[in-house]
């Protein structure tokens, strides 16, 4: 069923992929084994569009599949609702890619976890990172992308919270599915997350200290 759901996001059958989603829930899948399936699906879409099988508005449509479908999920997740906020984390796809999908299950997971989120949307150039940061106050940076060229808009937004003196007074962490380790320490990054989870307890290590 996994492997079905993928494709039917892959395809864009928002529908299809919509009832799928209450059927393995019904049917007792875990909910975190369902986001990481539309996590993969993602990839695929992100693939076919630096393909040039995809367009921009296919892009979008995969986000909005994405958005309702962890709508459907969230109820499923329980969260700890007594537990105090762990910290701040503010979160944004970097400037020239308007992927959405990753950052929201990661802001997603944060939330769930504890954490005090802003997320500040997709296409963001770093002076509005810069901004947001001194209003928001965060002690964790997220910066998200899926294509390749967010590489170095990355690296941009991470010149310039050293150009307005924010760099030491933050944790950066990257995502998305190109990136990795060495992608971090190009772009000047802390840490690499793989996945939500990896995202979830870099964010708790660095609020807590540890």
């Given at each position: ?115 005090d989120v802003l997320d500040i949307g997709v296409d963001v150039p770093p002076e509005v990172f810069v901004e947001k940061i001194k209003e928001f106050q965060p002690q ?71």
């Amino acid at each position: 069923m996994q492997e079905k759901l993928k494709e039917l996001i892959a395809d864009l059958k928002e529908e299809e992929a919509l009832e799928l989603v209450k059927e393995m829930l019904s049917n007792g899948t875990d909910p975190m084994d369902v986001l990481e399936t539309c996590r993969t699906a993602v990839e695929v879409v992100g693939k076919r569009f630096e393909e040039g099988k995809y367009f921009i508005p296919d892009l979008l449509m995969s986000g909005e599949i994405m958005e309702n479908i962890s709508n459907i999920v969230k109820p499923h997740i329980s969260a700890d609702t007594e537990e105090k906020k762990r910290g701040k984390v503010l979160i944004g796809t970097v400037e020239g890619d308007i992927h959405d999908i990753g950052k929201n299950i990661v802001t997603f997971m944060l939330e769930v976890n504890g954490f005090d989120v802003l997320d500040i949307g997709v296409d963001v150039p770093p002076e509005v990172f810069v901004e947001k940061i001194k209003e928001f106050q965060p002690q964790v940076v997220g910066l998200s992308g899926l294509l390749t060229l967010a590489f170095d808009s990355m690296k941009n937004t991470i010149e310039a919270l050293e150009n307005s003196g924010l760099r030491d007074k933050v944790k950066i962490m990257i995502g998305g599915s190109p990136t990795d380790e060495q992608v971090a320490k190009y772009v000047g990054a802390d840490a690499h997350g793989k996945d939500a989870n990896a995202a979830v307890e870099l964010s708790r290590q660095w609020t807590e200290g540890n």
